[in-house]
Structure formats: structure tokens, C-alpha cells
């Protein structure tokens, strides 16, 4: 079935350690997002992608990164994990923009 | 900026209906969304509505939509244990890629 799929599905990370979460999608979608969800509270878009084109959030801070090599990948770099970036990554995916968004199953990250 | 609230709490007892409420500050909404996020998991989309639309129906969920009152709410008919998760709603406005989303209701479905 076509899908959003995020690997791997639990990260445990050291404070400072480079991690890397990647998501792929079989959907042929223009747009790919990511977002930090914490505990109790809504998803927040951190950027995305519409095709090549990066667009970051205003207060998305410096530490994450991400890249898009083709259609069907995207990564999220977080460069110096600390404890505060433990938390739920959600990618999803979209036709182009003002369309729904598909999202995958989630990377929880935890922090040492 | 523009605002959506949810309530943050429903428990109902299985078989009966449940009625998640959402209520949107924007004006230019297109699309307004129910996703379902079960613990650990992604969100789910379930259902939307478009903006011109006053109600839409799939199998055991109901949708309302009041323009006028800027008040969204998802019913879900015979509520199961299965259906216990946390409900978001949230809006697409018109000119923009990003959601804006409810704060979610968590919803307890008593056997």
C-alpha cells in the first residue's frame, strides 16, 4: 500500500550526539513536512519541502536541519540533541500545498 | 494569529455517541480536518469537510460545520474501545500550507 514511512520507529540518542530520522513516502507527494510533537500537545511544524524547496519555520531553532535527495525521502538532522528535543517526530506528506496531509507513524527520540 | 480549541477531555460509555467539539477563529478556512492519534502512534486522518459544506457523513462519523459560528464537531456513532485516542482538529487556511491545529480531546470510551 501506499504510504509514509518513518524509520526508525524509536531513537535513543546521547546529549550532543548527531541523529539523523528519515522518512520515505510511496505517494509520488510534491510536499514533505516535519514536526515535533511533545507529550499532550498539538504537532508543530518544524519546515518542509515543496519539491526542492526548503521553507523553514520562523522559530525553528538552527540545531535541525534537513534534506531532501529525491521525491521520496527526507531527513531530519538534529545537530546537538538536548534533553528538551526528546520528543515525537511526525512526517507527512502532501499532494502540493492546501491539500490533506498524510502523516507516518512517528520516530519517538529520547535523550540521554 | 488564528486559533482553534478543543476540549481536552470526553469519556463516554461504549455504544453511545461521542461528540467532539472544535471551535476556529479564521475566516478564510478551506478544509477543516479530524485526525485520530492513538498512543505511540502517527495521526490518522479520518475525515474534513470542505469549507462550503454544512455536513458530511462516513459510516459511524458525522461531521458538522457552523460557518457562523466558526464550530466544527465530529460524531462518532456507537462508540467502541477502539475509538479511545486523542482526537485533533485542525484548519487549512486559504493561501497557506500549514495546518493550524486544536490543542486535541482525549477520549475515554468506558466498557
Known amino acids: 500500500d501506499a504510504m509514509v514511512i518513518q524509520n526508525p520507529r524509536y531513537q535513543v540518542t546521547q546529549f550532543g550526539k548527531p541523529v539523523t530520522l528519515s522518512c520515505s513516502q510511496t505517494?509520488?507527494?510534491?510536499?514533505m513536512y516535519w514536526y515535533q510533537q511533545k507529550s499532550s500537545q498539538a504537532p508543530k511544524l518544524l519546515f518542509h519541502y515543496y519539491d526542492k524547496d526548503f521553507n523553514n519555520e520562523a522559530d525553528t531553532p538552527d540545531n535541525f536541519q534537513s534534506r531532501r535527495p529525491n521525491t521520496s525521502f527526507c531527513f531530519l538532522d538534529i545537530r546537538s540533541p538536548g534533553l528538551g528535543d526528546a520528543a515525537m517526530y511526525l512526517c507527512?506528506?502532501?499532494?502540493?500545498?492546501?491539500?490533506?496531509?498524510?502523516f507516518g507513524p512517528g520516530t519517538r527520540l529520547l535523550v540521554l | 494569529g488564528e486559533d482553534v480549541e478543543q476540549s481536552l477531555f470526553l469519556s463516554v460509555r461504549e455504544g453511545d455517541s461521542s461528540v467532539i467539539n472544535c471551535t476556529y477563529t479564521d475566516s478564510s478556512s478551506t478544509y477543516l480536518y479530524w485526525y485520530k492519534q492513538e498512543p505511540g502512534a502517527g495521526l490518522q486522518l479520518l475525515t474534513y469537510?470542505?469549507?462550503?459544506?454544512d455536513m458530511k457523513q462516513d459510516q459511524r462519523l458525522t461531521v458538522l460545520l457552523n460557518k457562523k459560528d466558526k464550530h466544527l464537531s465530529l460524531r462518532i456513532a456507537d462508540t467502541q474501545t477502539g475509538d479511545s485516542a486523542i482526537y485533533f482538529c485542525a484548519d487549512l487556511t486559504s493561501g497557506t500550507y500549514k495546518y493550524i491545529f486544536g490543542t486535541g480531546t482525549r477520549l475515554k470510551v468506558l466498557a
Open positions: 469537510i470542505f469549507s462550503n459544506m
Open positions: 505517494l509520488n507527494h510534491n510536499v
Open positions: 507527512a506528506t502532501s499532494v502540493r500545498h492546501q491539500e490533506t496531509q498524510y
